[in-house]
């Protein structure tokens, strides 16, 4: 099962239509086809290298029909070992309306022999018809007392100050931990967390100073061209992070959890400077920046847009206390 190949286990996620007609078909070009199962062999091995990754193809343009065909025609022969086969449905909620129809049909009369495991952070995207015939189980962000636990159990060697600095990077995320450690397995490396938060920082206060706001833009733009998918969303939650950090001084300026503790100084300037944003807004916008980054949305857009939408969250109750 870890290395995929498991006769009883299907796993699914969304792929190019160029690798659904086949290498034979004389309606395509068998180049195409080859680049596209390379990028897709890519990926496996990525999940087979961290069980925690979630595959997507570039140019896919969901869960297609096609998929959902061949699924239908494997549900249908009886396991070759054991009484169950188990097909896992990634990304569900990109299911193309059509392939989500004709799951859809499967689930309402599903084979004594098939138990479909369907996985989705949206679970809301999918047609309520699946939904109602789904058992749902919520999975929560791991807690770090349990995190920093795993980690000791998965990797001795990485010293606790580096452990700590992971379990607040991963923010609760199984799969960016595991990538995290991975990085500290190449040769030469050298951890990243610290020099893109000095990125981000810097970001932050080109977006709040007065008149700087281009400069906030160029500094999107320059991140989106020097800096990794992987790295971008470490640079939004560095900013989440400290913002976290701000929002709990400002209330309790003796609280003593940060996840900055080696910059307090800069987080209570921070906090007495913008004592009230809206840090639910500021959550929200990052998870939605966050998950696009994920989903091989355009960085240059997804950048422009936190930066457009983030000062005004930061300054929002400030500006309207002043109103009064």
């Not at 991140?223 to 470490?234: A, G, P, V, Y």
Request: with cysteine; aromatic share 6%.
């Amino acid at each position: 099962m870890e290395a995929l190949l498991h006769p009883n286990v299907e796993y699914l996620f969304p792929v190019e239509s160029a690798l659904l007609e086949g290498s034979d078909s004389p309606k395509k070009d068998n180049r195409k086809f080859t680049e596209a199962k390379e990028r897709y062999d890519t990926l496996l091995e990525q999940k087979k290298a961290n069980p925690y990754f979630t595959p997507c193809m570039d140019r896919s343009m969901g869960i297609l029909t096609e998929q959902v065909i061949q699924l239908q025609q494997k549900a249908s022969f009886m396991p070759r070992e054991g009484s169950r086969k188990v097909f896992i449905i990634s990304q569900a909620d990109r299911l193309h309306p059509s392939a989500a129809n004709k799951l859809l049909k499967l689930l309402e009369e599903p084979p004594p022999h098939i138990l479909f495991i369907l996985v989705s952070s949206r679970p809301e995207s999918l047609l309520p018809t699946i939904r109602s015939r789904c058992q749902e189980i919520i999975f929560q962000r791991i807690p770090e007392r349990e995190l920093r636990s795993w980690m000791e159990e998965q990797r001795t060697d990485i010293a606790p100050d580096e452990r700590e600095s992971i379990v607040k990077a991963s923010r609760g995320s199984l799969r960016r931990a595991w990538e995290l450690m991975l990085n500290r397995m190449e040769p030469g490396f050298e951890p990243a967390e610290k020099a893109i938060r000095t990125k981000a920082l810097d970001y932050l206060r080109s977006i709040l100073m007065a008149g700087h706001f281009h400069k906030a833009i160029l500094s999107a733009e320059e991140q989106t061209k020097n800096l990794s998918r992987q790295e971008l969303i470490l640079f939004i939650s560095s900013i989440l992070l400290f913002l976290q950090d701000a929002m709990h001084r400002s209330i309790n300026p003796a609280f003593a959890n940060l996840n900055n503790p080696d910059i307090a100084d800069a987080v209570d300037r921070f906090a007495r400077n913008f004592p009230n944003p809206d840090l639910m807004a500021i959550s929200t916008l990052a998870e939605e920046s966050i998950r696009s980054l994920e989903r091989n949305a355009g960085s240059l857009l997804v950048m422009a847009a936190f930066t457009s939408q983030l000062r005004p969250l930061i300054k929002k109750n400030q500006e309207n206390q002043g109103k009064n």
